[in-house]
T-cell receptor
Framework: DTAVSQTPKYLVTQMGNDKSIKCEQN?????MYWYKQDSKKFLKIMFS???????INETVPNRFSPKSPDKAHLNLHINSLELGDSAVYFC????????????FGQGTRLTVV | GNSVTQMEGPVTLSEEAFLTINCTYT??????LFWYVQYPGEGLQLLLK?????DKGSNKGFEATYRKETTSFHLEKGSVQVSDSAVYFC?????????????FGSGTRLSIRP
């Protein structure tokens, strides 16, 4: 009964490869997010989608391309991976109410070697 | 733009000590305020929230009061336990177009000694 699930949990890959991280939520939320957490635990929003429409793109390199096939899914595809992309990526979802909290997935630890 | 500033860690306390983690915010609108907790190897979980001025959020012995006059949302607990060791994030949510945007502080690592 996981509310927000993302796969894989761990991803180790070489520089230059292309990889995808999948995210699904079963909470019926209209808004989904991708966050990046660096080694110092700092969390930065990357993207936000509302009903499959891109709402927020926080100056993320074009190598990162989110895809939302329906409002329950928000996948993240990364092209030409670089060492600096190593981080933990979190998917989250929330309802449209401004007071609503976000529910987070367990994270995907991406290591680029 | 909107932002959240919280005290830097790490914070190390003995069991049963009193805890305060400071958090202040900058926002142009009327944001909701949150504290999230991240246990080792896990995702973020909501700890408590407050949606308007003077509201007090509370959960698991933790409390925080939404202070609009000082733009603060400090986290407190009267007697911490070893199991409270985690990273704590202050956050705010404000309206952005047709969605909400949740902005996090830098996180404060808390370690509790037995």
């Amino acid at each position: 009964d996981t509310a927000v699930s993302q796969t894989p949990k761990y991803l180790v890959t070489q520089m230059g490869n292309d990889k995808s991280i999948k995210c699904e939520q079963n909470l019926g939320h209209d808004t989904m997010y991708w966050y990046k957490q660096d080694s110092k635990k700092f969390l930065k929003i990357m993207f936000s989608y509302n009903n499959k429409e891109l709402i927020i793109n926080e100056t993320v390199p074009n190598r990162f391309s989110p895809k939302s096939p329906d409002k329950a899914h928000l996948n993240l595809h990364i092209n030409s991976l670089e060492l600096g992309d190593s981080a933990v990526y979190f998917c989250a979802s929330s309802s449209d109410r401004v007071e609503a909290e976000a529910f987070f997935g367990q994270g995907t630890r991406l290591t680029v070697v | 733009g909107n932002s959240v500033t919280q005290m830097e860690g790490p914070v190390t306390l003995s069991e049963e000590a009193f805890l305060t983690i400071n958090c202040t915010y900058t926002a142009t609108g009327y944001p909701s305020l949150f504290w999230y907790v991240q246990y080792p190897g896990e995702g973020l979980q909501l700890l408590l929230k407050a949606t308007k001025a003077d509201d007090k959020g509370s959960n698991k012995g933790f409390e925080a009061t939404y202070r609009k006059e000082t733009t603060s949302f400090h986290l407190e607990k009267g007697s911490v336990q070893v199991s409270d060791s985690a990273v704590y994030f202050c956050a705010l949510s404000d309206r952005y177009s047709s969605a909400s945007k949740i902005i996090f502080g830098s996180g404060t690592r808390l370690s509790i000694r037995p």
